[in-house]
């Protein structure tokens, strides 16, 4: 398969491609490296990649920027930041990517455990992954052309722990290599409008 | 207690008033009508809202818009719709509404069946009802003084099949009633963080 793998350069981009480059060809994209920049929160960004990129197989997602902060500081435009970034540059990936998917196709978009188990300063995290893995369920029934689309939904990371570790007490950090396994079983697998929680 | 109640005037918002007017002060708004106007879109007209009516002991919204259409016509302006009325409307007024709350109030807010259970055309519905329903779990763990937040999330209304019916094949109505005692559970009840599916 040929599979364009978004935000490739980060940690967990970095695994998707080591799980999948032995068996497949992988274009890879990021904002500032890779064989293609794109920055998701511009629309115009995502068509010139889609352009420059051709048909693909698979289009993965590993990328996507939300604001965290205290509730009590939260505001609109700081919701904004995740809306615009994570999940409307995933959501646009989708809507403007359809058409460079061959047949039988499939997206893979990251979400991850703060839409159902929430931590402090997660208000914006928990909004953009909730509303990712929903859309993902009502996407998978539109999709033409066999094409399929899943979310994969990682726990903290234990290679982020370093950083994310005092937001995540308690919470079992898990591979990163677990959650790009979660990526191959939505690209090299059947399934449709689910949601992987890893 | 003392209630406001937003979008007062529409299916929902009238079975509310009628469940909760017996034992409570009502305050209706809505975008035309009620005791005070408000378009939950505008985060001015919010604070406006807010302005002139006061300490209150719950905050029930019963509104909120999204654009219905095929994936395959869907853009990110179409997706702005129910971003900027459903979804941020309803943050918004916790957003800006918490200090309008008195000790131990509660906001009670409204999401829906196809977050996790996608129609055809409803993919901008179920982007936002997942957010909310994210949304509502993360801001119950950072309110201060005891203050609560639900979200509500009915099926298709018994009194609105006549227009939505076509759109909600073999879903089973539930009377709008049983979404209004929803909101008395929420409002009266001791919960947050819940997710009630009507």
Known sequence: MKI??????GTLGQAVVRELSSRHDIIT?????????VDIKDIDSIRAMYAKVGKVDAIACTAGKVHFGPLSDMTA???QVGIKDKLMGQVNLVLEGTASLNDGGSFS???GILAYDPIRLGSSASLVNG?????VKAAAIELPRGIRINAI????????????GPFFRGFK????ADAALAYSKSIEGGQTGQVYKI
Chains 1, 2 share one sequence.
């Open 131 to 135: 509303a990712l893995e929903s859309f």
């Open 153 to 164: 939904s990682p726990n903290v990371f234990v290679e982020s722990m370093e950083g994310y």
């Open 4 to 9: 364009l793998v978004i935000g490739a350069s």
């Open 173 to 176: 950090p898990v591979p990163v």
């Open 109 to 111: 978009l990251i979400s």
């Open 29 to 37: 994209a990021s904002r500032s490296s890779g064989d293609v920049n």
């Open 77 to 79: 435009d700081l919701m």
